[in-house]
């Protein structure tokens, strides 16, 4: 059993930047992959990055690619996902989630899914 707590969503204004946690409990965390996903009020969950359990196989959306970077500490059971150049169309739920394959889609592969942090980018 694996629980997901994110942290770290606010507001802020276009161009800036925050960093969300995602904080793991359960000694097998090192083994999941984590995902990142987000949903925006109307719209359907969508992909934003994945990590490997060993910090490799990292994958981007295209609409985060060069400005968002996850990475993790498995001493530290938590992930995170670095969001600079915010965009006020970033603005969404972010959750994290972890499952035993890197998986894209939020139907596929999936275990266990944080609670979520609300993100708000002001134009």
């Known amino acids: 059993q694996v629980q997901l707590v994110e942290s770290g969503g606010g507001l802020v204004q276009a161009g800036g930047s925050l960093r969300l946690s995602c904080a793991a409990s359960g000694r097998t965390f090192s083994s999941y992959t984590i995902g990142w996903f987000r949903q925006a009020p109307g719209k359907e969950r969508e992909f934003v990055a994945v990590i490997g359990w060993s910090g490799g196989g990292i994958l981007y959306a295209d609409s985060v690619k060069g400005r968002f970077t996850t990475s993790r500490d498995n001493a530290k059971n938590t992930v995170y996902l670095q969001m600079n150049s915010l965009k006020p169309e970033d603005t969404a739920v972010y959750c994290c989630?972890?499952?035993?394959?890197?998986?894209?889609?939020?139907?596929?592969?999936?275990?266990?899914w944080g609670q979520g942090t609300q993100v708000t980018v002001s134009p």
């Open positions: 989630a972890a499952g035993p394959v890197l998986s894209t889609s939020p139907n596929i592969g999936y275990k266990y």
